[in-house]
């Protein structure tokens, strides 16, 4: 086992990945041909033949998760969101984006990208957030063109019991990491609630897969105005009922999982690396006020 002063001298053990043996790790776990047509997913910077001995998940590439990235050794930082979704003609460090690269290149620190395969997965985003709230007997709510058929954007299945919608909101609440946004629920706190649908991340342009779901209640984040005031006003009998949580909090609940997920199959490779997950908060909203 490498300690501390080993990796800051650059040392590694005969069973250190290289950058190229993790990217392997990652295809078979969350592979490319899962995202959307319009993602960028995989490699953002890095050598293959670089060794890899700490990696750390994270949801967003900001400059702070960067920077704290970099101050713990790490030589892979996995994020969900990707750095460059949208082209670019410079990468001058005269912008963030710019300025994010060189300090990975600088450091020695590759970045990947993990989106949306890693919400389509078996695994995924959305199971993960399907199994943290107790859901069972799960499927896509758009099964993927060219996966498995567990696999897909979104999940929708049961409670073992049914219970209240404001029962069920508060275990949202208690389950999603803690950020200023809060959650927001739209229905009669009353009203039953069993058959569950949740997609991680951005989920307003699923409405017609949830509605043909006839799920109870809709959990997801970013839900915008319009597209949720239509949602109620095309509701039958109120339903589906709507929670809006933050985007960050749905989709930090898979980074453990990944981290985990990924440890095993390089162990079974053969590879001794460390894994952690980012303890920095990149929900962009620092309070909320309330009536």
Same mark, same amino acid.
């Given at each position: 086992?490498?300690?501390? %002063?080993?990796?800051?001298?650059?040392?590694?053990?005969?069973?250190?990945?290289?950058?190229?043996? #993790?990217?392997?790790?990652?295809?078979?776990?969350?592979?490319? $041909?899962?995202?959307?047509?319009?993602?960028?997913?995989?490699?953002?910077?890095?050598?293959?033949?670089?060794?890899?001995?700490?990696?750390?998940?994270?949801?967003?590439?900001?400059?702070?998760?960067?920077?704290?990235?970099?101050?713990?050794?790490?030589?892979?930082?996995?994020?969900?969101?990707?750095?460059?979704?949208?082209?670019?003609? $410079?990468?001058?460090? !005269?912008?963030?984006?710019?300025?994010?690269?060189?300090?990975?290149?600088? @450091?020695?620190?590759?970045?990947? !990208?993990?989106?949306?395969?890693?919400? @389509?997965?078996?695994?995924?985003?959305?199971?993960?957030?399907?199994?943290?709230?107790?859901?069972?007997?799960? !499927?896509?709510? #758009?099964?993927?063109?060219?996966?498995?058929?567990?696999?897909?954007?979104? =999940?929708?299945?049961?409670?073992?019991?049914?219970?209240?919608?404001?029962?069920?909101?508060?275990?949202?609440?208690? !389950?999603?990491? $803690?950020?200023?946004?809060?959650?927001?629920?739209?229905?009669?706190?009353?009203?039953?609630?069993?058959?569950?649908?949740?997609?991680?991340? &951005?989920?307003? @342009?699923?409405?017609?897969?949830?509605?043909?779901?006839?799920?109870?209640?809709?959990?997801?984040?970013?839900? =915008?105005?319009?597209?949720?005031?239509? %949602? =109620?006003?095309? @509701?039958?009998?109120?339903?589906?009922?709507?929670?809006?949580?933050?985007?960050?909090?749905?989709?930090?609940?898979?980074?453990?999982?990944?981290?985990? &997920?990924?440890?095993?199959?390089?162990?079974?490779?053969?590879?001794?690396?460390?894994?952690?997950?980012?303890? #920095?908060?990149?929900?962009?909203?620092?309070?909320?006020?309330?009536?």
């Amino acid at each position: 086992m490498l300690t501390d %002063a080993d990796r800051a001298q650059g040392a590694t053990s005969p069973n250190t990945p290289t950058l190229g043996d #993790v990217l392997l790790a990652v295809e078979e776990l969350w592979p490319a $041909s899962l995202a959307e047509p319009w993602d960028e997913v995989g490699p953002v910077v890095g050598r293959p033949e670089c060794p890899v001995t700490r990696i750390m998940f994270a949801v967003d590439p900001t400059l702070e998760v960067i920077a704290d990235a970099i101050s713990r050794g790490t030589q892979l930082l996995i994020t969900h969101h990707p750095l460059l979704l949208k082209p670019v003609n $410079s990468v001058a460090a !005269t912008g963030f984006k710019g300025e994010a690269v060189h300090l990975l290149i600088e @450091s020695g620190c590759a970045l990947v !990208t993990a989106h949306t395969n890693a919400d @389509s997965a078996l695994g995924g985003v959305s199971d993960v957030i399907a199994d943290a709230l107790g859901v069972i007997d799960t !499927t896509p709510l #758009v099964p993927s063109k060219d996966g498995l058929p567990e696999e897909g954007i979104g =999940r929708v299945g049961m409670l073992p019991e049914p219970m209240k919608l404001g029962d069920f909101a508060a275990r949202v609440f208690e !389950t999603m990491p $803690s950020v200023a946004g809060g959650v927001r629920v739209a229905g009669d706190a009353a009203g039953i609630v069993q058959k569950i649908a949740v997609c991680g991340g &951005a989920g307003d @342009s699923l409405f017609d897969a949830v509605r043909d779901s006839e799920a109870d209640v809709y959990v997801t984040a970013d839900l =915008r105005h319009h597209p949720a005031s239509e %949602a =109620r006003e095309a @509701s039958l009998n109120g339903k589906p009922y709507l929670i809006d949580v933050s985007h960050f909090a749905s989709e930090w609940l898979w980074l453990p999982a990944a981290a985990k &997920a990924l440890a095993n199959v390089l162990d079974e490779m053969g590879h001794e690396v460390e894994i952690e997950v980012s303890t #920095v908060n990149s929900d962009p909203w620092d309070f909320i006020l309330t009536p």
